[in-house]
């Protein structure tokens, strides 16, 4: 009997412990998806962001075509800066594709196995970390060319202004 009741016992346990484990990667799978939610905003934002970007920079580019450079530099930082905007570009498609696949898991999540589960969301998990570093680099490199072109645009403004000055005098 006293066996019996220990082969109960260890049962019992046996399966608290796997419901616990169950539990904690249901947990873990809300976390990834609040995460998700909050990649997919910061992605939203870095997407519109890029666009006005994009807009400024050919904006730019069109500009330098009417104008004399005098600084052979600024043609080779707008050259740098488009083949940046195309890198942010195929990141945040590749972003674009990793998120989905992460819905779709989300959506067979059910079907999986907990190991099936626990490797998804460690690939996820990681995968995460990967998007909000490209994230922060891109973020970074728009700022820079922001400021860039906010420098460029003014030395342009000042060299109209000159140009200006030169023919009225």
């Keep these: 009997m006293k066996k019996l009741t220990l082969m109960f016992a260890l049962v ?3 399966f608290t412990s796997c419901n616990n484990g169950s539990a904690d990667l249901t947990e873990q799978r ?20 890029h666009q006005t970007l994009m807009q400024e920079h050919q904006q730019i580019n ?8 005098q600084d052979s530099t600024v043609v080779e930082d707008l050259a740098q800066h488009e083949i940046m ?3 942010h570009e195929g990141m945040m498609a590749g972003h674009e594709e990793m998120l989905q696949a992460h819905e779709e898991l989300n959506q067979n ?3 999986l196995s907990d190991d099936e589960r626990k490797a998804k969301l460690d690939e996820m998990s990681s995968i995460h970390d990967r998007i ?4 922060s680099s891109i973020r970074d490199e728009m700022d820079q060319m922001m400021d860039d072109h906010e ?9 109209t ?3 200006t000055t030169t023919t009225t005098s």
């Design 62 to 69: 069109q500009q330098m075509a009417t104008m004399e450079v």
């Design 85 to 87: 905007l195309q890198k």
């Design 12 to 14: 019992a346990i046996a």
């Design 151 to 159: 420098a460029l645009r003014n030395n342009m403004q000042e060299n």
């Design 109 to 111: 999540y059910d079907a």
């Design 30 to 49: 809300n976390d990834l998806m609040e995460e998700r939610d909050s990649i997919m905003q910061m992605h939203t934002q870095l997407r519109s962001d």
């Design 132 to 135: 909000q570093d490209d994230q």
């Design 161 to 163: 202004e000159d140009a």
